[in-house]
């Protein structure tokens, strides 16, 4: 947003030409003046608003009956004094902050509670209860016989009279009770009338709660009694069922028959792995008898050793033998029947001594089985106790926790029968309502600057936030802000001329127009090249009724005074207006030559070409129409005829200037741009918005001319026009347009 939209800061920046001219930027904030400045232009929205809010809120205010209030406070106790240290049966200690905001919560609804307004109401005396209704109702006297009276409870819910909050603190006791009443005196009775009641309502809740628990305490007692009873007797039948007076004593004998059946289980079976080993050893050997002889626990029997020693002598024997005789030598032969003798002794031996070992292992087994039976059995035995133990240890829980429950339920009994003849209320009363002596609605005076304040609000505020939401383009800062591009000129809006009067304005000299249209051209001049060649210019603007054909005749009038041979060209085929200034006819021009289809006209032809039919206007300024209208304007000026006869007539004059139709609408300006050399945009004030203006530059910088600057017209609000903040004055350019009277009188002193 630029400065103009900003209601604390106005940024100003200001351009000048790139021919070594300066720059620069300033930032002010925006001052008083200027804030009265945009009050001033839209006070109007702000009155209309403002009334509409200052009137309603005088009339609801003002028409308030006066009210008064009265204010009584209590505390709500979380535990009672009581004359002895005995419990109610509801505790009432409350430590947790939630708890505690539940518990005062509850108080505060029971204080609303329509049960408790009939108490109240009940409370008050004849002659308060009718001067509290009368006050709602108007007198009792003057109602019709017959007619449903609404009960001083009904009023007091209804017309918020009550209202109960609690202290200031998140943990606070005390609760605040005030009514708000017409009459001050009933005000301050209600109030202590309600904290009276509401104490004797606790209280009656509170006996009637002691009485329900003694009820409820001695049926608990005779039930638990009886409980307690049988289960005593059903402990006792299963002690004696289940003998548990010995079955105590001998749990420990049990046990250690277990861990002794244990403990030779374990050695049998490491006994049997032994066996099983031997066992294999022997079957490895597998009857060999050198086999066998090396197993040390069959080697090693003597019996066996000494046979096998024979044996071994025999063959020592037998192997001299054959050194010494033939095979049938007689003691060979000899030999050879002991050696037969002895082995079959041996193996004899060696069977009896293998068959041991599987006799040992067979008995290790049956010892191992007859352990594992025994210890299963013991097992059971064990755990068959300990069951009968867990279930007999439950049932004597039972009746333990049974037994606990009924002591606890006698001695809060006997509590709760002494608590019944004492005082535990918990509600006791700290500040009695006193006389109000004023009124609790605001004063005349304070209502008065209430409205005051509130429409100086909207007095301001709606004219500065119109301001705000208003984005069309409206002051000097937003052209250069939002086009990117320097300001050429303004012009004033002459709402009491003619668009004839206007188009010719600097032809007829008029004195309101013609030094805008200077300064215009003094611009132009300074950033382009026009005093050193010859040039072209494309006058275009973002929406139509910008004032563009307008300042495109001005502007060649103005270059024309000049000196400078000039060439207005309209070119908008769309909707042609320049020849209306002049008081011609649309019958020649640019179309009708194109129409006839002629080959591109010499440069020394182009004004004695009847086609184009072009026109002197004055001194130095010539005129070519458009010839008519066209629906494919995008076409003609497409064609490169078209283009020809556009340098044609750039080089018979020193300045062409070609009107178009509105960039923003039509893509016409852009094609005709490619044609020229500069482009001069135009902009109405209040017109159009920014974004517009904006996007229509960005498409004529597309083309070959880019724009040279912006020409601001038909300002309505000078004010808005030089913007807030003290620079912004700085661009207004010409210092007399701000009053045309001045350039008269200016030229009358000089004639």
């Known amino acids: ?26 930032q002010q904030l925006i001052s008083l003046v200027d804030i009265l400045q945009i009050v001033r232009k839209r006070i109007k929205y702000g009155i209309l608003i403002a009334l509409a809010v200052v009137i309603p809120f005088l009339v609801v205010f003002l028409s308030q009956e006066k009210t008064y209030q009265a204010t009584a406070t209590m505390m709500i106790e979380l535990t009672p004094q009581n004359v002895m240290n005995i419990a109610e049966v509801v505790d009432t200690k409350v430590t947790h902050l939630n708890l505690l905001n539940t518990f005062m919560n509850t108080n505060i609804e029971r204080i609303r509670t329509r049960a408790l307004a009939e108490e109240v109401a009940a409370a008050m005396s004849e002659e308060d209860r009718n001067a509290f209704i009368e006050a709602y109702l108007g007198p009792l006297s003057e109602r019709v016989d017959g007619e449903p009276l609404p009960s001083a409870a009904s009023l007091i819910l209804s017309r918020d009279v009550l209202e109960v909050e609690r202290g200031d603190d998140d943990d606070s006791q005390v609760l605040k009770l005030t009514i708000t009443h ?44 009886v409980d307690l009873a049988e289960s005593e007797m059903k402990l006792q039948d299963f002690r004696q069922e289940n003998n548990l007076i010995t079955l105590q004593q001998d749990q420990g004998i049990v046990v250690e028959r277990l861990r002794r059946l244990s403990d030779a289980l374990t050695e049998g079976r490491i006994n049997l792995l032994e066996a099983d080993g031997r066992v294999g050893q022997v079957q490895a050997a597998n009857n060999d008898i050198d086999r066998l002889m090396e197993i040390p626990f069959i080697g090693d029997r003597q019996d066996i050793n000494l046979i096998y020693g024979q044996l071994n002598e025999l063959r020592r024997e037998r192997l001299v033998l054959d050194q010494t005789y033939l095979r049938r030598h007689p003691k060979v032969i000899e030999n050879e029947a002991s050696i037969a003798s002895v082995e079959s002794v041996l193996n004899k031996s060696l069977s009896q001594a293998i068959q041991q070992v599987f006799s040992e292992r067979e008995a290790i087994q049956g010892e191992v089985a007859s352990l594992e039976t025994k210890l299963k059995e013991a097992e059971e035995d064990v755990l068959k106790t300990e069951r009968a133990l867990i279930e007999y240890n439950q049932m004597e829980r039972d009746v333990l926790k049974t037994r606990e429950i009924f002591d606890v339920l006698m001695t809060r009994f006997n509590e709760t029968s002494i608590a019944r003849e004492l005082d535990l209320n918990v509600v006791r009363m700290l500040d009695r309502a006193v006389y109000p002596t004023s009124p609790n609605t605001a004063s005349l005076l304070q209502v008065s600057a209430a409205a005051f304040l509130l429409g100086g609000i909207f007095l301001i505020g709606v004219p500065l936030g119109l301001e705000l939401l208003d984005n069309r383009l409206a002051s000097f800062a937003d052209i250069e802000n939002f086009s990117g591009k320097p300001l050429l000129g303004d012009l004033r809006q002459f709402s009491k001329k003619s668009s004839k009067e206007i188009s010719t304005a600097v032809l007829n000299r008029d004195a309101d127009l013609i030094e805008p249209f200077r300064a215009i051209f003094s611009a132009i ?9 010859k040039i072209s210019f494309v006058i275009t603007s973002s929406l139509p009724d910008e004032g563009k054909s307008s300042i495109a005749s001005n502007l060649a009038s103005i270059v024309a005074s000049h000196d400078y041979s000039v060439l207005l060209v309209d070119c908008d085929f769309r909707r042609p207006s ?19 289809g002629k080959p591109t006209v010499e440069s020394s032809e182009v004004l004695a070409n009847e086609d184009l039919g072009i026109v002197e206007l004055g001194p130095n300024l010539f005129f070519l129409r458009s010839g008519g209208v066209t629906e494919l304007p995008t076409e003609v000026f497409g064609d490169r005829k078209m283009e020809s006869l556009f340098e044609s007539l750039k080089e018979n004059f020193d300045v062409v200037i070609m009107d178009t139709p509105p960039v923003g609408l039509f893509p016409d300006a852009t094609l005709v741009g490619d044609n020229v050399d500069h482009c001069v945009f135009v902009a109405r004030q209040f017109k159009v918005n920014r974004q517009k203006v904006r996007y229509s530059i960005n498409l004529m910088d597309r083309s070959n001319a880019s724009v040279l600057g912006v020409i601001f017209n038909g300002i309505k609000d000078v004010n808005a026009a030089v913007g807030y903040g003290n620079n912004s004055s700085n661009y207004y350019g010409h210092g007399f347009e701000k009053n045309a009277s001045r350039y008269k009188e200016y030229y009358s002193q000089k004639r």
């Open 578 to 596: 320049i020849h209306l200034g002049f008081d011609l006819q649309n019958d020649h021009g640019l179309l009708r030559w194109y129409e006839n």
């Open 525 to 533: 001049r300074l950033r382009s090249n026009i005093s050193k060649e």
């Open 1 to 26: 947003l630029n400065s103009s939209k900003y209601l604390l800061m106005a940024q100003v920046d200001k351009s000048t030409s790139n021919d070594g001219g300066l720059s620069g930027s300033t």
């Open 182 to 225: 017409p009459i001050p005196r009933i005000a301050q009775t209600l109030a202590n009338t309600y904290v009276e009641q509401f104490i004797l309502y606790k209280a009656l809740i509170r006996s009637d709660s002691n009485e329900d628990a003694v009820d409820f305490l001695k049926a608990q007692i005779d039930t638990m009694r």
